[in-house]
């Protein structure tokens, strides 16, 4: 045995983690992702990101046990990647090009919002249960499902893709997919402020976001958080929509826990109360349903599930 490595590979920046043989970080830390070349430098600097730790630790190159990394887009189980826009690469495999580099390694990949919810899963807020489901909201909507601690990839490696399920919401724009009405038409920080702006323009009702002249996700919920009745009508309206699409997921595989991270997550309460006030309106079936929380690793939990992928497996 020996120890491991977590990669979470973003458009922007290649999150590193230095974990034990037992899985705890042992250290952090960054770099930018150089995409250029058709994003065919990204492996090669993260080869050279493991060999500078490793050597600078006195770590011999058999001391290293596995390297797991997570990719934002899909990836298949031998870890072919057939198209990801964000790093440039069409049909590549980066389980292949770094096995190059540590023959004898093991090397695994997984989708970032999958590696993200095994961290949870295993490290972060969905540590006590067998069965969870990760949300993330950030300028899209995310999601990781993991069953019996396996994670749910689906036939087509569509599982998980829970923005694009409809929110039960009348909805005449039409969101990104091409469909009406999708979770991401709300729940994420675009849908928050496009909600936002939809309401200054409709109401009369007076806000403190009415001065500004642009609005972010993270405006409404501040807003919303000193009591901006507006603003907290608009979270309602869309914390509500991923609420309603939660009451689905529970009728079609009843996860213990729903953890809610991303970046629109870290407005905290206000996000956990609307969406549980929603969900529960919908269970009728069953009396409360699963529990409903706030993820503990922040953005952390991608580079520590892509840790757990190689140490566990998928
Ligand atoms: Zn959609």
């Known amino acids: 045995m020996g120890m491991f490595f977590g990669v979470d590979i973003g458009g922007t920046e290649i999150k590193f983690g230095a ?136 036939a087509h490696g569509l599982a998980g893709e829970i923005g694009h399920v409809s929110a039960a919401v009348p909805e005449k724009e039409q969101c990104s997919c091409g469909n009406t009405g999708c979770i991401d038409q709300f729940a994420s920080a675009t849908g928050i402020v496009r909600i936002m702006k939809r309401l200054l323009k409709e109401r009369k009702q007076d806000s403190i976001l009415r001065k500004q002249e642009k609005i972010s996700a993270k405006d409404v919920c501040e807003a919303a958080c000193q009591g901006d009745a507006l603003a907290v009508r608009c979270i309602d ?38 969406v549980k006030k929603a969900y529960r309106e919908k269970m009728f079936l069953i009396q409360d349903g699963a529990d409903i929380c706030l993820s503990k690793l922040g953005n952390d939990a991608g580079m520590v599930g892509a840790c757990m992928l190689v140490m566990n497996g998928g």
């Open 237 to 274: 309206i869309c914390m509500g929509a991923l609420g309603n699409g939660l009451a689905y997921f529970s009728h079609a595989f009843d996860p213990e826990v729903y953890v809610i991270g991303g970046g629109v997550s870290g407005a905290g309460e206000i996000i956990i109360s609307a």
């Open 19 to 154: 974990f034990s043989e037992a899985g705890d970080l042992l250290e952090k830390w960054s770099a930018p992702t150089d995409i250029s070349d058709m994003g065919r430098k990204i492996i090669p600097d993260v080869a050279r990101h493991i060999r500078q730790y490793t050597v600078g630790k006195g770590v011999r190159e058999d001391g290293v046990a596995g390297i797991g990394m997570g990719i934002p887009g899909p990836v298949d189980k031998a870890g072919y990647v057939r198209t990801c826009v964000n790093l440039r690469w069409n049909g590549f495999n980066p389980v292949e090009e770094l096995k190059k580099e540590f023959p004898d390694v093991k090397i695994a990949a997984g989708n970032d919002a999958n590696t993200a919810a095994l961290g949870e899963y295993y490290r972060g807020a969905g540590k006590n249960y067998d069965s969870m489901m990760l949300i993330t909201l950030g300028t899209g909507v995310g999601g990781g499902i993991i069953m019996n601690g396996k994670v749910l990839l689906g």
